[in-house]
Structures are given as C-alpha cells and as structure tokens.
C-alpha cells in the first residue's frame, strides 16, 4: 500500500523559517511530479510548489522566493523550504503525487497533512 507522509510542520514567528518533508512508502515503482498544496482555514487549497521528477519548479506567486522545492528520487522525498514566513501562510500544508505501484497501478495520492502557524 503506497503511502505519503508529511512532517516538519510547527509554530514559528513571522520572519521564521520551517522544512516540510513528504516521504512515499510502499510498494513504489515510479513517482511523477510531486507537489505541495496548502489549506487556510475557510479558504480552498491551493498549490504551493510542485517539483518534476526531472527537478523543474513552479512556486504560486505568493511565496515565490521564499520557499524551495526539492526532491530526493532514490529515497522518494519530496522537500519544502520555508523561509522568511509570513501569518499568511498559515494553513494545513498537503504532500501530493502521482505514483505508479510496483503493479503499474497509477494513483493521486494525497497526505494526511501538516499544521504550520505563522504568529505575527
């Protein structure tokens, strides 16, 4: 069973900084992009940054030059470096991908999420 699971997430003063990790588990033949996605409370998920397996970027304008994006093909991570963090980016951060099994089922599979808080 193909799994993604999201750490790093905590309390930090704007100014701060905070990493996210996202790691796939499971039974993984290959991962395509891979992305993360935010949730504010009352607001829509939006997508934050999303890496390809190749290693090229999209960051959503809000947090272009603030955050990075990496990735680790052979340990199936997926990375988000925070920096310079502001109250706005409060919300609930989600690890997504799409991952073909090793049975050559492909899925979207989404985390369970992390809470990172901005104090003002």
């Known amino acids: 069973q193909v799994q993604l699971a999201e750490s790093g997430g905590g309390l930090v003063q704007a100014g701060g900084s905070l990493r996210l990790s996202c790691a796939a588990s499971g039974s993984i033949f290959s991962i395509d992009a891979m992305h993360w996605y935010r949730q504010a409370p009352g607001k829509q998920r939006e997508l934050v940054a999303t890496?390809?397996?190749?290693?090229?970027?999209y960051y959503a304008d809000s947090v272009k030059g603030r955050f990075t994006v990496s990735r680790d093909n052979a340990m199936n991570t997926v990375s988000l470096q925070m920096n310079s963090l502001k109250p706005e980016d409060t919300a609930v951060y989600y690890c997504?991908?799409?991952?073909?099994?090793?049975?050559?089922?492909?899925?979207?599979?989404w985390g369970k999420g992390t809470q990172v808080t901005v104090s003002s």
């Open positions: 890496i390809t397996r190749g290693g090229n970027t």
């Open positions: 997504n991908a799409n991952i073909m099994a090793r049975d050559y089922a492909a899925m979207n599979y």
